[in-house]
């Protein structure tokens, strides 16, 4: 039997890839919809961890509850802002100013730094598998680019501060604000959101129930500023706003990594965690 001439495999192929790119883009854009109005159950990220402990020594589980926004402090809100994103309502998905950072700051560092806005933390852990790739990181820019065109910036933020690990096995600011403190999300008072978002970097190396000097002085540094506005009533206003919000975004997300590694020495050497049942701050 002859083989088919290659202009009729190329076609087929062709084809395939047609039907294949037309079945990813539907799948996608239908999830990315789907989310848009029903809470995220669990993500992939959770599974792995989970997965991952039953080979460790402890096993850890998933601790999650999913509350509206409305449901969450402000300073909550504001704190992972202040500390993650400086930029959240004014980009459209990236901040090139702080990729720009990053790159330099990574140059002169052996612990680098990356620059992902909230949006793009919120595509990669809802929809992607946690692995540092070429093609996980293509995946991350196009899932941000659609929810970035398909939510708005509220349910972003909201579907982040629900699926955030805070803690081993501790997902989202509810969970977490009842592990850690015993009360709600919409309690949290200034002191306790800004210590859990200065945790962000690394939640399980940092322990929100046993701050270091180091995470400490991170959420003094996010405490500094108690509010952020996301509306401004003159463009002027909020441009000048903005470059504060930046400079101290900066301090923080780019912090020396000298001092991080100094205060997790400290860390390891300290012995045993206190119980989970002790409140950080009180």
């Known amino acids: 039997m002859t083989n088919a001439p290659v202009p009729g495999r190329l076609k087929r192929f062709v084809k395939l890839m047609v039907i294949m790119t037309a079945g990813f883009l539907i799948l996608s854009i239908g999830m990315v919809l789907f989310y848009r109005f029903i809470p995220v159950p669990y993500t992939p990220l959770m599974f792995w961890k989970s997965g991952v402990s039953l080979f460790d020594k ?4 998933i601790e999650k509850k999913w509350v509206p926004l409305e449901q969450i402090a402000k300073p909550m809100q504001n704190a992972v802002i202040k500390a993650e994103d ?3 309502y004014i980009h ?35 929809f992607l598998w946690p692995a540092r790739s070429w093609l996980r990181k293509g995946m991350e820019v196009y899932f941000t680019v659609l929810i970035e065109n398909l939510w708005p910036k509220k349910r972003i933020l909201e ?10 096995g501790v997902y989202g600011v509810e969970a ?5 403190y015993r009360k ?7 002191a306790e959101a800004s210590l859990m978002a200065a945790v962000l970097p690394n939640p399980i190396k940092f322990k929100i129930n046993r701050p270091s000097a ?6 003094r540094k996010i405490m500094g500023r108690a509010s952020i506005a996301t509306v401004a009533p003159k463009p002027e206003l909020k441009a000048l706003d903005t470059v504060q919000e930046t400079k101290d975004f900066f301090d923080i997300k780019f912090d020396s990594d000298d001092e991080e590694e100094k205060e997790a020495g ?9 119980s989970d049942s002790t409140p950080a701050n009180e």
């Open 184 to 190: 709600k999300a919409k309690n949290l008072n200034n």
């Open 266 to 274: 400290k860390e390891a050497g300290k012995g045993a965690e206190p």
């Open 92 to 126: 459209n998905g990236f901040d090139f100013e702080a990729i720009e950072k990053a790159m330099k700051y990574n140059k002169t560092h052996k612990k680098k730094k990356g620059a992902s806005t909230i949006s793009q933390q919120t595509a990669k852990n809802v």
């Open 176 to 180: 977490a604000a009842q592990k850690y």
């Open 86 to 88: 400086a930029k959240f």
């Open 159 to 168: 579907v982040y501060l629900n699926v955030i690990e805070l803690g081993p």
């Open 214 to 219: 180091y995470i400490q002085r991170r959420q």
């Open 58 to 61: 402890k096993f850890v589980g």
